[in-house]
């Protein structure tokens, strides 16, 4: 069965940077993308960006752009998403999602990570 | 970006009784292929969110046939025809027609 399963909480300091891991199973890594979404306390789904293990192909919100990187490691079939210079606003839930390819292109998040909760606090 | 605004975003719901929860967005999410890419996640209280559907109507793997989607163009539609104790939590339409995937606010479904 597909299983993402991502890596333990994280409290970071101001300024620091952070780096979740995705650990994919059940499937054939390369052969769908990536995205990662983010959930501030009590709030709503932000979408972060995506990439593709299969050719590292990799598409940010611009919001995040200058800040955010996303890898993937194919031997370990794990995805990773680095945000740096964190702020207080960056403390959220991070999940991660394998993401289904429709004619149109990348249409919706089909499986789910677990979620790493990174807290940004001085 | 496409802006995704749900109504009610709250829903006191009796056990048995139905649901329904409307998704409306900025622009048309009916893409170039002809497909609008609307979906439905649902987050029970402290769990990951769940894609319940998909391409407006079509239920996820798994998912049980209470839950129906529809709609067209800019308006869609999440209906549960019997709410269950389970179906507790925040449902959210998502689009991913249009770069970048926006999200609508949620909508809490709780028991009366």
């Known amino acids: 069965q597909v299983q993402l399963v991502q890596s333990g909480a994280e409290v970071k300091k101001p300024g620091a940077s952070v780096k979740v891991s995705c650990k994919a199973s059940?499937?054939?890594?390369?052969?769908?993308?990536v995205s990662w979404v983010r959930q501030a306390p009590g709030q709503g789904l932000e979408w972060m960006g995506w990439?593709?293990?299969?050719?590292?192909?990799?598409n940010y919100a611009q919001k995040l752009q200058g800040r955010v990187t996303m890898t993937t490691d194919t031997s370990t079939s794990t995805a990773y998403m680095e945000l740096r210079s964190l702020r207080s606003d960056d403390t959220a839930v991070y999940y991660c999602a394998r993401v289904a390819y429709c004619s149109g292109g990348n249409c919706h998040g089909d499986y789910w990570g677990q979620g790493t909760l990174v807290t940004v606090s001085s | 970006d496409i802006v995704m605004t749900q109504t009610p975003l709250s829903s006191p719901v009796t056990l048995g009784q139905p649901a329904s929860i409307s998704c409306r967005s900025s622009q048309s999410l009916v893409h170039s292929d002809g497909n609008a890419y609307l979906s439905w996640l649902q987050q029970r209280p402290g769990q990951p969110p769940r894609l319940l559907i998909y391409?407006?109507?079509n239920r996820f793997s798994g998912v049980p046939d209470r839950f129906s989607g529809s709609g067209a163009g800019t308006d869609f539609t999440l209906k549960i025809s019997r709410v269950e104790a389970e179906d507790v939590g925040v449902y959210y339409c998502m689009q991913a027609t249009q770069f970048p995937w926006t999200f609508g606010q949620g909508t809490k479904v709780e028991i009366k």
């Open positions: 391409k407006i109507s």
């Open positions: 990439i593709s293990p299969y050719n590292d192909n990799t």
């Open positions: 059940g499937y054939t890594f390369t052969n769908y993308y």
